[in-house]
């Protein structure tokens, strides 16, 4: 189970470094604790209860923007932005790969 | 710029590498398997009841207490339990009816649905049943439930609970030291 969330990490960090190079290990640090905060609880709400995917998306964009807004000192409108293309690219791909109707 | 190409190459790798793998986990079913049990066959004395199983098309004759468990994901996909009853002097056969797999029935439910299946013929002489949910004893015997409870039916649930309060703890614990060392520098 755990080697998902190994790979939704892989893949947000490199999207992460798209937008802003510094300070990197503190940067991979605070986006592994963000994803390891959010992708449990997005799953536990995905399996449990029937709130749509997308929502749920949604709210893990907002709670991640403002982790990258505080702890990596972006503007909110660019941490918004950074945190729509990664969960955008995780989500969609996720879709696709597990062929999930929304 | 060279950092910035081998980011989009690395991402365009990991997509090509784990085109297998999974970002959300997919849903599972909401089905469980279920166990029926048949409780008041002796009650009929002048019927005789069958069950015919859809994971092995295999006809049983039904005793007392008799339990047949259905699985969600068997062999044939979701299993299923055709039910009739036959009059022992005129051979008669009833109607059947069908039974599936269900929804968990309980808040806190182990990975098997138990039920208990009553028969009863209507006015009309109808072959029906009614079904009583099975509780594990700890219902029974009033027991402290929690509100709330990181236990899932799922095993590993319970660790992706932990695993994300414990990086919220340290997300929380972080934002704080930086608040103090901020109002110091202030001070």
């Known amino acids: 189970m755990f080697k998902y969330l190994a ?55 907002i709670v991640e923007a403002f ?6 000192e972006q503007k909110f409108s660019k941490a918004l932005l950074i945190s729509l293309v990664q969960n955008a690219v995780t989500t969609f791909l996720g879709i696709w790969i597990n062929n999930i109707r929304l | ?53 859809s994971a092995n098309d295999k006809t049983y004759k039904l005793k007392q207490d008799a339990a047949f468990l259905l699985k969600v994901n068997g062999a044939k996909g979701d299993e299923r339990l055709e039910v009739w009853a036959v009059n022992k002097s005129s051979q008669q056969k009833s109607n059947s009816f069908i039974l599936t797999t269900v929804k968990p029935t309980e808040p806190i439910s182990s990975s098997t649905n138990y039920i208990a299946i009553t028969f009863y013929f209507d006015k009309a002489g109808k072959l029906n049943y009614k079904q009583t949910v099975l509780k594990p004893d700890c219902y029974s015997k009033k027991q402290f439930i929690p509100v709330f409870s990181l236990k899932h039916p799922a095993s590993g649930f319970n660790s992706l609970s932990l695993l994300s309060i414990f990086s919220f703890l340290v997300l929380l614990s972080a934002f704080l030291f930086a608040k103090m060392k901020q109002r110091n520098v202030y001070v």
Request: net charge positive.
């Open chain 1, 67 to 72: 982790i990258i807004y505080w702890f990596l």
């Open chain 1, 7 to 61: 790979l939704t990490i892989a893949i947000e960090i490199p999207i992460y470094f798209l937008f802003d190079r510094k300070r990197i290990v503190f940067s991979v640090f605070i986006l592994v604790l963000a994803n390891c905060f959010t992708w449990p609880i997005i799953n536990l709400l995905y399996q449990t209860t029937n709130i749509h995917l997308l929502i749920l998306e949604s709210g893990v964009t």
């Open chain 2, 1 to 53: 710029m060279q950092i910035n190409k081998l980011s989009v190459l690395v991402v365009f790798l990991l997509f090509r590498l784990f085109a297998s793998a999974d970002i959300a986990l997919p849903k599972q079913k909401n089905q469980l398997d279920t166990k029926y049990y048949f409780a008041n066959v002796d009650s009929f004395a002048t019927h005789t009841f069958y069950v015919k199983k």
